[in-house]
């Protein structure tokens, strides 16, 4: 086992990049140059290890690793992929004393990886920039080297140019990384603080948690206390990884690892917790330590009511290893009883209900995608509301808040009129706008995250050919003329489609769901009225006209088996309907109606 | 094969598959062939043969006989002879042949009538030329006045015109005038039987979307019917089925009584003893089973006690007899569907349209009195869904 090592031969850094950027592909590089894989055994991109990321190509849980070059220690430190995980992002580079910028020489630097390099300016971090890809005939360094000039203000011949393909390059990336980035800091013999940058949860050993020890040591056997949470935990095992989990006696100042404490579930060891011993205990946590909250909620149904225990079970096992997800349960007249559920952003959202259907087997039903809103009522009160059918009525509504983001938008120059009609339509504010180069633009806009929500990035995406990129952070609320718009089956509300949209849009909305909802509701023995309305209000109406045929009125001579067939299949389909009043209504219908692109 | 059990007693229907067409229909599903006319012969030895098969484990005597198809006037005059003859018949039995009118002669008409025959049940379809063309039919309007009055010349107790409403490129003036022009036709049909054009999977029609029927458009056809029919003193008594009193099918009434029947040929099916079964769909395959002293069945099914129930009244409820009240628990869903008499519940025009909505409401009676689950003989099933 190895002992402490000292400060001054470690380096800590993350590699910043963007999805397809290369991130992956340098990572297996660089273990094959330290010998820290056996190439052999190379499995091509080794530190991506969820399935649902491998496919996705993105990382969600970070991961690390340490390599010797030379004579000095590297700690790769691996970041969430997607902007959703920024708290985890930005904790994970507390952990780090510099970063690798690494962007695409035929692409150029993208929102999020900007983003992420103004974090770790903030954080005070040392920039190396490599531009990748340089084996590629599209490559343009030269261009690219003086956007990452432009914006981030790195004089443009410190940026390497790499390959991380080839190879090309590689070696004197991890040399300037040795050079340039500082070492960390730190006394053995301080109490020890550490921070846990990243849990996840295995079947054998319980939660295991990424650390770097910032002061102090921390022991094999000692007593911790997390001064977050406030509990204590013995350790029952510290480490590193090579990437192979190695045991080790101690961890001393800058050394990152895992710790194994008996702990069984991640939301007791939260990402962001300073923790320390209990026999020497430090008393000031480490800054930057937040809650990290769900900002985008949705009902979660299973698509069989028998079902409902099971999606119960999964949601629980599965918070065991994403703290971040919430859920409780609720019950939709159209859809039966399930889960209003909260997730960090859209992609968390897919990514759980994804894992929910394959690693559990589950087929499911999810409600459009809402914000939580502030409803200040006119007695005075206040009511946060994550599902819009639980809005009270407009009369008893003094106004409304809606959570803000503040939305940075890269793309080319070309595009810039089709970005800012897309942000205008949806209650964007602009704040700012700047041309990296003659040819790329960034565009900062305030904007309704529930703007956002429904399909916005897939809209940005389409109408720039994919060309714009996009980060975000939260940017506190605003008050807007905000309505909730139901709908009504023959006068009964529709809890699954009730929302809450900016007034100007609400007869839009109506028009366009009683529309689709026409096509999508069998003819009854009735006529049906389909209504959207704001509160007593009607905004849009459409009917479905009763049926006047439903009659075998063919001749099938003595063949009554066939008959009485038909007839059974009918009272079948009878049976799985869901009633809504007098209305019967397939649960496909309900489905597609959730489904259908706008 | 043992199929037919002793006769029971009770009303037995035979009916006999006639699978030859000249042509077929853009949109007919039935088990029918063009081109396989040379197999006639054969055919009806293999009718006979099982005919005879089922004489000899106890059938009993027809009370009805009916020579369905495909095209029953397709087949050869003699060859249809030669297997009525050989039909067990009681006295005043009802025996209908179906044509097609463009086959109908005076002298084919004067074969059958020796032979037997009581009925005739022609294949009309419409008077429109454009909606006989968009149906895929291929005889002209003219040939139908022609072969009804052959009818009345050769003198039968009964003759039935089938119709079929619906087609696109039919309008409502059209249907109109066909049930008029049907109506008045030399001699008048005693009985209509009218249904609803239907898309089947695997038909021309099917294959042909914009050619589709239109439920609206059927419901108001329907209505359009009911009302000429009705007022030309031809009431319903079946959903599809119009008649002068006295000039119903017995044939069909026995069906939908779940009544006793045996189905000669290919693709027919039989009900004996509490058993459906039917028999393989190919001529050819019908033909080589029989001939091989095979069965030609090609599956059954034995309802219990409970589905028998449930079917019988499925099936009672689509006729003017209607079923008895127990049957149709109240429900404000039915209200203008049905009409509540006495203990009776029959469906309206606007029920009959919608006749699957109120048959997936009925309710088997509670089994008081019945005893042991089971045990109940087809008849005693019958007996709770007597006529009054
Ligand atoms: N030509 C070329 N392709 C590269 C290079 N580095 C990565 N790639 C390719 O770019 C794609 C994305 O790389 P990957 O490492 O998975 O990106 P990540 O999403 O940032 O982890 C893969 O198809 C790689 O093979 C490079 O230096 N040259
Ligand atoms: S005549 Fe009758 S059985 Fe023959 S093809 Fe036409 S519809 Fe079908």
Redesign the pocket.
């Known amino acids: 086992m190895e002992g402490v090592v000292a400060p001054e031969v470690i380096r800590n850094f993350s590699i910043i990049?963007?999805?397809?950027?290369?991130?992956?592909?340098?990572?297996?590089r660089i273990l094959e140059l330290t010998y820290a894989v056996d190439p052999r055994e190379m499995r091509a991109?080794y530190l991506?290890s969820m399935d649902i990321e491998r496919e996705r190509?993105?990382?969600i849980k970070a991961q690390n690793v340490r390599v010797h070059w030379r004579d000095y220690v590297l700690q790769l430190i691996d970041t969430p992929?997607h902007v959703d995980f920024g708290y985890e992002v930005s904790r994970s580079l507390a952990a780090c004393e510099g970063v690798v910028l690494?962007v695409?020489a035929s692409q150029g630097i993208e929102a999020q990886t900007l983003a992420n390099c103004y974090l770790a300016l903030e954080h005070d971090l040392e920039i190396v920039a490599a531009l990748?890809?340089?084996?590629?005939p599209a490559a343009d360094p030269d261009r690219y080297a003086d956007e990452i000039e432009r914006v981030l203000g790195l004089p443009r011949d410190q940026i390497l140019r790499?390959?991380?393909?080839?190879g090309a390059g590689v070696v004197e990336l991890l040399d300037e990384v040795v050079r340039r980035i500082p070492p960390p800091k730190g006394d053995p013999q301080d109490p020890l603080r550490a921070l846990l940058f990243d849990s996840y949860y295995d079947q054998y050993r319980g939660v295991v948690s990424a650390v770097r020890v910032v002061d102090g040591t921390m022991r094999s056997g000692a007593r911790l206390r997390f001064l977050q949470t406030g509990a204590t935990h013995d350790v029952e095992e510290v480490g590193i990884r090579t990437p192979a989990m190695v045991e080790v006696d101690e961890l001393g100042p800058g050394e990152v690892g895992y710790l194994i404490a008996g702990i069984k579930d991640v939301g007791e060891a939260r990402v962001g917790e300073t923790v320390t011993e209990v026999a020497h205990p430090a008393t000031k946590p480490l800054e930057g330590y937040q809650n990290p909250k769900p900002m985008v909620f949705c009902g979660i149904y299973p698509i069989d009511g028998d079902e409902f225990p099971d999606l119960r079970d999964a949601l629980e096992k599965l918070k065991l290893n994403d703290s971040s997800v919430t859920y409780e349960p609720e019950t939709s007249a159209a859809l039966g009883f399930g889960f209003r559920c909260g997730f960090l952003g859209l992609l968390h959202m897919e990514i759980v209900r994804e894992r929910l259907e394959r690693e559990f087997g589950l087929s499911l039903i999810a409600t459009a995608p809402s914000v939580e809103y502030i409803a200040h009522l006119t007695n005075g009160g206040i009511l946060q509301v994550d599902n819009p059918s639980a809005m009270p009525e407009p009369q008893f509504i003094d106004h409304i808040e809606e959570p803000l983001l503040k939305l940075t938008i890269l793309g080319p120059a070309e595009y810039t009129g089709t970005i800012m009609d897309l942000c205008q339509t949806r209650r964007g504010r602009m704040q700012k706008m700047e041309y990296l180069s003659s040819d790329r633009v960034e565009l900062i806009y305030e904007l309704p995250l529930a703007e956002v929500v429904l399909d916005f990035f897939d809209v940005l995406k389409s109408r720039t050919k994919g060309y714009a990129s996009l980060d975000y952070e939260p940017a506190g609320t605003q008050t807007d003329n905000l309505v909730k718009v139901d709908v009504l089956l023959a006068g009964q509300p529709v809890d699954a489609f009730s929302t809450i949209v900016h007034r100007s849009k609400a007869d839009d909305y109506g028009r366009k769901m009683t529309a689709k909802l026409r096509e999508l509701i069998p003819r009854q023995l009735f006529d049906v009225p389909i209504q959207a309305a704001i509160g007593g209000r009607i905004v849009a109406r459409e009917t479905v006209k009763a049926k006047r045929k439903d009659v075998l009125a063919k001749c099938y001579g003595g063949d009554i088996t066939r008959k009485r067939k038909l007839l059974e299949k009918q009272k079948e389909g009878k049976k799985r309907m869901k009633s809504i009043g007098r209305v019967e209504i397939p649960q496909e219908a309900f489905i597609s109606a959730l489904t259908l692109e706008e | 094969m043992g199929e037919p059990g002793p006769s029971s007693g009770q009303q037995l229907g035979l009916y006999v598959h006639i699978p030859f067409c000249a042509r077929r229909c853009d949109y007919c599903a039935f088990a029918t062939w063009v081109g396989l006319h040379h197999l006639a012969g054969d055919y009806t030895d293999a009718c006979l043969a099982q005919l005879s098969r089922a004489y000899d484990s106890g059938l009993g005597p027809a009370a009805t006989v009916f020579f369905g198809g495909g095209t029953p006037s397709q087949l050869p005059g003699d060859e249809l002879v030669r297997l009525l003859d050989a039909v067990r018949r009681e006295e005043a039995a009802e025996v209908t042949v179906e044509c097609n009118p463009e086959d109908v002669t005076v002298e084919l008409l004067s074969t059958y009538a020796s032979a037997g025959v009581t009925r005739i049940s022609l294949g009309v379809q419409s008077l429109a030329p454009q909606v006989l063309t968009s149906l895929g039919r291929r005889h002209r309007p003219e040939t139908v006045p022609r072969a009804v009055g052959a009818i009345g010349e050769v003198g039968f107790s009964s003759f039935s015109v089938d119709l079929i409403y619906g087609a696109r490129g039919e309008t409502d003036e059209d249907w109109v005038d066909t049930l008029e022009g049907v109506l008045s036709l030399d001699p008048p049909p005693p009985h209509v039987s009218a249904y609803a054009l239907q898309a089947e999977p695997g038909t021309a029609l099917w294959r042909d979307p914009e050619r589709h029927p239109d439920d609206d458009v059927q419901a108001r056809r329907y209505e359009i019917a009911d009302e000429v029919l009705e007022a030309a003193g031809l009431p319903w008594y079946e959903i599809s089925n119009w008649s002068r009193p006295g000039h119903e099918c017995r044939h069909n009434q026995n069906y939908w009584r779940q009544g006793e029947y045996l189905g000669v040929g290919c693709a027919a099916h039989s009900h004996l003893g509490g058993r459906r079964f039917w028999n393989v769909r190919a001529p050819e395959r019908y033909i080589a089973a029989v001939a091989a002293d095979q069965s030609p069945v090609a599956g059954e099914e034995r309802l219990d006690f409970d589905h028998r129930l449930l079917e019988s009244l499925e099936l009672a409820v689509r006729t003017r007899e209607g079923v008895d009240s127990s049957a149709l628990p109240d429900d404000e869903m039915l209200t203008g569907l049905v009409a509540r008499d006495d203990d009776r519940v029959v469906l309206t025009l606007r029920g009959r349209l919608l006749a699957n909505e109120v048959a997936c409401r009925l309710r088997a009676p509670a089994r008081v009195g019945f005893g042991g689950a089971g045990a109940i003989a087809p008849d005693l099933a019958r007996a709770t869904v007597s006529r009054n």
């Open positions: 990049s963007h999805v397809d950027h290369g991130k992956s592909t340098l990572s297996d991109q991506d190509g993105i990382t992929g690494l695409d990748n890809k340089i084996d590629l790499i390959s991380a393909k080839t």
